[in-house]
């Protein structure tokens, strides 16, 4: 049983930076996709940047050039750089293990850690 937790959300003012970390147990995680998503409001989760268990990275527009997603297997953890911070970028970042990319099924969230961007 995957289990997946977030840390590293807080308040940042416009132009500032934070660091997201996602840490999954289990011995899954080096052939696991892992994401980076944020809820605004409602339910509604947008991608914000995955990378998969090759390191290969995908961001949404929104976020290109700021923000960083990378990976450790040896610690099984999973970041997310945020740099040149915007107030649209405030929302709960969810992190989510994606055991099998193409199948939502075998997907683990985990509970999300609160970003606002503010002065």
């Known amino acids: 049983q995957v289990q997946v937790m977030e840390s590293g959300g807080g308040l940042a003012q416009p132009g500032g930076s934070l660091t997201l970390s996602c840490t999954a147990s289990g011995r899954q995680f080096s052939t696991a996709a892992m994401g980076w998503y944020r809820r605004a409001s409602g339910t509604k989760r947008d991608m914000i940047a995955t990378i998969s268990s090759t390191g290969t990275t995908n961001y949404a527009d929104s976020v290109k050039g700021r923000f960083t997603i990378s990976r450790d297997n040896t610690k099984n953890t999973v970041w997310l750089q945020m740099n040149s911070l915007k107030p649209e970028d405030t929302g709960v970042y969810l992190c989510?293990?994606?055991?099998?990319?193409?199948?939502?099924?075998?997907?683990?969230w985990g509970q999300g850690t609160r970003v606002t961007v503010s002065s």
């Open positions: 989510n293990h994606m055991a099998d990319p193409y199948n939502p099924d075998y997907d683990t």
